[in-house]
């Protein structure tokens, strides 16, 4: 007899698993196949075990400051093989709560590669089974991008970083993005030498451009070494490690290159076209603000569309998909202002537009900025930075954009994301009282506008 599920959800990554744990205890029979380890790239290899490097990277930096405080932290060593083991305990914990919360829920759960036979099939790989569906999600997520220059095959990605069998003493980086400007904090903090490769000028494009300044000079105080405009052409091996040949004619001997040169939706191979799933350049399935695809029966959540890459992002459109289609509750999620953090040293925070942005869609605004150095490295001897700025609409005063660079800020980001999505304006925010002392308490103390260096006011 064939087999048949009311859904079928094809990769059990954050989206994937919120959707189809949803969708059974609404009372769907379902299924969810996932051919590489339950959890997906968040908890596997990528936020989860990122974040545990970035603690460890961090005390390489709180080591050295304590001694202004009068510790002494001599002959402080730090072993790898440690970090590695530790952490690959802790994911197999959270792969196996995911696991259990499958279970629980009455999900079928199959550790093979699905694929789509038709709009409403999929076909198992190696076992052959063949399922009819009524509805089919796809939650694939994405995979590092490849360039395919000679020797690429040398090269790791954040795929293989969580499990190097020692910590590299020197590591080429490519790109200026999340993953590159992230692990280059982590691998200084960890006294590795660091080199970033960047093919323009200033990292984090996309982000505002005080943010991409501050981080990228952070990077540099960090010792990270920033090579911009410059791509690589080549890797070789020698005898010792790696040899990276950049278009600017420059050559770095190191021990690892790490590839983060952007994600592509993980859409090769799942039979799409045939399946009549229309897909945008680059392969991200093309779904409406319900996540239907160009097929009624076929949906996509997380990285696998072209929206914004994020893991709560994946698991909020995974819980409207299965409200939508199975609770009885049609609503779409809402993508607007979804803050993010960079985990790098110090850390950013961001929420709503950049002052970029900001200019272009209502042309003037306000601007409220200050860069200062906290009360924590008057003692510890860093020179390290924070920075706050606000962006705030002229014409009726509602905050519209916070960043915030500060070893709190993807902590506090958070609760400015509920302000800004409130709509509040500049003078409420100003009518909350400080938090003393705090650098945090900074953002309700910024009253004078910031006013761009000009030539009659040069600064
Ligand atoms: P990003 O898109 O953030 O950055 C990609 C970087 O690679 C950019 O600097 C880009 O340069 C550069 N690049 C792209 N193509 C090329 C090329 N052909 N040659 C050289 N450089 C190139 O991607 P990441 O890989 O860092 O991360 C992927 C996504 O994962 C992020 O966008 C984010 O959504 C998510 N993520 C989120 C994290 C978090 O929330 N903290 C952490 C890690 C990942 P250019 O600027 O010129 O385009």
Redesign the pocket.
């Known amino acids: 007899m064939q087999e048949h599920v009311e859904l079928f959800v094809i990769g059990a990554g954050s989206g994937g698993v919120r959707a189809a744990r949803m969708s059974a205890q609404y009372g769907a029979k379902v299924a969810i196949a996932e051919e590489f380890r339950i959890g997906g790239t968040c908890v596997i290899r990528?936020?989860v075990p990122?974040k545990f490097m970035v603690y460890a990277g961090a005390y390489g930096q709180g080591f050295e400051e304590a001694k202004g405080y009068g510790w002494l932290a001599d002959n402080v060593r730090f072993d790898w093989p440690t970090l590695i083991a530790a952490k690959d305990v802790e994911i197999d914990r959270l792969s196996g709560i995911y696991r259990c919360n499958l279970g629980n829920a009455g999900v079928e759960m199959i550790e093979e590669r699905a694929k789509l036979a038709g709009p409403d099939t999929v076909r198992l790989v190696p076992s052959g089974r063949i399922i009819k569906c009524d509805k089919i999600l796809i939650a694939t997520g994405g995979t590092?991008?490849k360039?395919g220059f000679a020797g690429e095959e040398h090269t790791i990605t954040s795929n293989e970083v969580f499990n190097l069998p020692k910590m590299p003493g020197h590591i080429v980086i490519?790109?200026?993005?999340?993953?590159?400007c992230?692990f280059a904090s982590i691998f200084a903090g960890l006294g590795a030498r660091v080199c970033l490769i960047?093919?323009?000028d200033t990292?984090l494009?996309g982000f505002d451009d005080d943010v991409r300044t501050h981080i990228h000079n952070e990077l540099i105080r960090q010792g990270v070494r920033v090579i911009t405009h410059a791509?690589i052409t080549g890797v070789k091996k020698t005898g010792e490690g790696l040899s990276v040949h950049l278009d600017t004619d420059v050559q770095i001997d190191c021990d690892e290159v790490m590839m983060?040169?952007?994600?592509e939706p993980a859409t090769d191979g799942l039979g799409l076209a045939a399946a009549g799933v229309n897909t945008a350049r680059g392969g991200a399935v093309m779904v409406d603000e319900f996540g239907q695809s160009s097929v009624p029966g076929i949906f996509a959540v997380g990285d696998v569309t072209d929206r914004?890459?994020?893991t709560p992002v994946a698991i909020r459109e995974g819980a409207a998909f299965a409200d939508s289609e199975f609770g009885g509750r049609r609503h779409a999620f809402d993508h607007r202002d979804v803050a993010?953090?960079?985990?790098t040293q110090p850390p950013v925070g961001s929420v709503g537009l950049s002052e970029h942005e900001a200019r272009e869609q209502f042309g003037e605004v306000d601007i409220y900025r200050s860069s200062f150095r906290p009360m924590r490295h008057a003692l510890s001897g860093s020179a390290e930075q924070y920075m706050m700025k606000l962006i705030v609409r002229t014409q009726d005063q509602v905050m519209v954009g916070v960043h915030i660079i500060s070893d709190a800020a993807p902590e506090i980001i958070q609760i400015a994301a509920i302000a800004l999505k409130a709509g509040l304006t500049k003078a409420q925010w100003d009518e909350t009282c400080a938090v003393h002392p705090t650098a945090a308490e900074e953002l309700v103390l910024m009253r004078e506008k910031f006013t761009p260096p000009t030539k009659r006011n040069p600064g």
Request: charged residues 25%; glycine residues 16%; proline residues 3%.
């Open positions: 990528g936020c990122k590092p991008r360039l490519n790109g200026g993005g999340y993953i590159a992230e960047y093919r323009r990292v494009r791509n983060a040169i952007g994600r914004i890459a994020l993010s953090a960079v985990f």
